[in-house]
């Protein structure tokens, strides 16, 4: 069981940021030989694939981000972002995955409670899908709102590269005349960077290395040695002269993208005076996002995919989205002209995260950026109108369980830690079948946001800070838990099996802050072979 717990973090493979001179001389090579021989050079935007029996084939791309910057991608059906899959609210989804790159792969439906076997994590509920190998994910989906897939193996350079897109499961009854999909992310262009980073996901994938390594190459998809997985450690994070933490470095990340484009290259989103609106922002980087939406008042009608109670309009608030998180945004088109939706951030990266709500008819406009602007954000803990909610903040609870949130230092480097402990070491949640769970969510790091991903289920925001949420039951999958923060949340313990709870700052779930809910009275899950993470069912 200990040989299973140790390979279940299912790829959070550390980005690799330093190599020595031989390993970057042949990641040179490994870099031209894709760009000169790729399949597909990815130009427009994702594709809308209508479900529910779907296809999805991994293979190498190359894209343009923006005027003048082309970098190569690791793609679902040629593009990056993959595909968005629209399926109906009731359907029975099949979607095949077929692994025409060289390293193993799988997919997470990020926060779609899939049964445990379809949830994508190798070495926890599924072995990842070997190159030319195939596996058909199938699961009912009835929950409607918007969700999105990635790879979980090797997550934080797979999902880096472009392996990831939009899941909507569509609700008949909701009818919108325009309907826009935003995929937030972030870009290493820097050519040295990227080298390595695809010289450490292609290295060391055969079968024959992981057997022979007995399976416990730290991490599923890893397959690097100890020296290689110490630096990569220590890349996680500054540390100045005399030992104390720095904030973070994601200094790297040099071009923001919406829909894997950015600037100009994005598109606009059309619409015509009167118009009902929906925007569905889902953030697929490792950073925060606040989006500002200008000329228009807004709705925020679901966050994660849940809806939310009575919304109320605002005007010129920012949507602050987090790392996993996803909003949904209704409007009025009653304002004629172009107007700029953006990252509020005052990097030249985030300049190009922005596009253009463009109406029909329109030829020019007064609105211009003001990406530098003080603008407040909106507040989900008093947003939307009291309803009756699942759970209340002080009722009796089967299951609690304080989850303490840090980072600090090891002879590896940085690490982050839950309760004190690094995945593996950890302590689980353990429940039963109907146990109703209250987590309180502390963070006790000083520098970073960690916002934490729960797989299989969704949980109820009960208090930030001690005070109780007082607008609409916020129902989540992933929550940000800011520098000093806490946050009590609730769920039903309704989805057997073995899940993953671990920050979506994939840094930081490769570098320790994760753990898992554990089901005790139910071991179906238990089918992956820890020993070969690589083959397919």
């Given at each position: 069981m200990n040989k299973l717990l140790f390979v279940a973090v299912a790829g959070f493979a550390l980005l690799l940021i330093t190599a020595?001179?031989?390993?970057?001389?042949?990641?040179?090579?490994?870099?031209?030989?894709?760009?000169?021989?790729?399949?597909?050079?990815?130009?427009?935007?994702?594709?809308?694939?209508?479900?529910?029996?779907i296809t999805l084939v991994a293979k190498k791309g190359?894209?343009?981000?923006?005027?003048?910057?082309?970098?190569?991608?690791?793609?679902?059906?040629?593009s990056a972002p993959g595909p968005e899959i629209r399926v109906k609210k009731g359907e029975k989804v099949r979607v095949t995955l077929k692994n025409e790159l060289p390293s193993p792969v799988s997919i997470h439906w990020h926060g779609y409670p899939v049964p445990n076997k379809m949830d994508g994590v190798p070495g926890v509920t599924?072995?990842?899908?070997?190159?030319?190998?195939?596996?058909?994910y199938s699961f009912v989906a009835d929950k409607a709102g918007t969700y999105w897939y990635h790879s979980h193996q090797d997550s934080v350079n797979q999902v880096d590269r472009g392996l990831y897109g939009a899941f909507v499961v569509e609700e008949p009854e909701e009818k919108y005349d325009r309907d826009y999909t935003l995929m937030l992310d972030e870009w290493v262009t820097d050519k040295r960077q990227i080298n390595r980073q695809i010289a450490s996901m292609t290295q060391g994938n055969s079968q024959k290395e992981n057997k022979d390594s007995g399976g416990m190459n730290h991490m599923p998809g890893m397959n690097r040695n100890d020296s290689d997985h110490d630096r990569?450690?220590?890349?996680?994070?500054?540390?100045?002269?005399?030992?104390?933490?720095?904030k973070n470095n994601m200094s790297m990340y040099d071009l923001y993208t919406i829909n894997g484009k950015s600037g100009h290259s994005v598109k606009p989103l059309d619409v015509k005076k009167g118009d009902n609106v929906r925007l569905r922002f889902i953030n697929a980087g490792y950073l925060p996002h606040d989006i500002h939406i200008h000329g228009h008042s807004i709705r925020v009608i679901a966050t994660d995919g849940q809806p939310i109670n009575n919304p109320q309009a605002v005007k010129n608030q920012v949507i602050p989205v987090a790392p996993g998180e996803r909003y949904d945004v209704s409007f009025i088109a009653d304002n004629p002209g172009k107007w700029y939706i953006e990252d509020q951030g005052t990097t030249k990266a985030a300049d190009g995260?922005?596009?253009?709500?463009d109406y029909a008819g329109s030829k020019t406009t007064t609105d211009r950026p003001n990406p530098d602007s003080s603008l407040p954000a909106i507040n989900f803990d008093q947003y939307g109108a009291n309803a009756k909610p699942t759970f209340t903040l002080n009722q009796k609870y089967d299951v609690n369980y304080t989850m303490d949130l840090n980072a600090g230092m090891d002879n590896n480097g940085m690490i982050y830690t839950i309760n004190g402990k690094t995945f593996p070491n950890f302590d689980p949640i353990k429940v039963r079948r109907g146990d109703r769970v209250k987590v309180k969510l502390v963070n006790r790091d000083p520098m970073n946001n960690h916002p934490m991903h729960l797989h299989g289920h969704f949980f109820q925001v009960l208090s930030k800070n001690g005070k109780p949420v007082t607008g609409s039951p916020i129902y989540k999958d992933t929550l940000n838990v800011k520098p000093g923060e806490t946050d009590e949340v609730?769920?039903?313990?309704?989805?057997?099996?073995?899940?993953?709870?671990?920050?979506?700052?994939l840094h930081h779930a490769s570098a320790g802050m994760v753990t898992e809910v554990n089901?005790?009275?139910?071991?179906?899950?238990?089918?992956?072979d820890p020993s070969n993470d690589n083959k397919s069912d």
């Open positions: 020595c001179s031989a390993n970057t001389e042949n990641s040179n090579k490994a870099i031209d030989q894709q760009e000169a021989g790729s399949e597909f050079a990815t130009s427009q935007s994702p594709q809308i694939i209508k479900g529910p029996n190359t894209q343009k981000l923006s005027s003048g910057v082309t970098v190569p991608v690791w793609t679902f059906n040629g599924q072995d990842a899908v070997a190159p030319g190998k195939n596996f058909t990569d450690r220590m890349d996680m994070g500054n540390i100045d002269m005399s030992g104390n933490m720095m995260m922005k596009t253009v709500i609730a769920f039903l313990a309704d989805n057997p099996g073995n899940w993953l709870f671990h920050c979506h700052d089901y005790t009275d139910d071991h179906s899950n238990d089918v992956t």
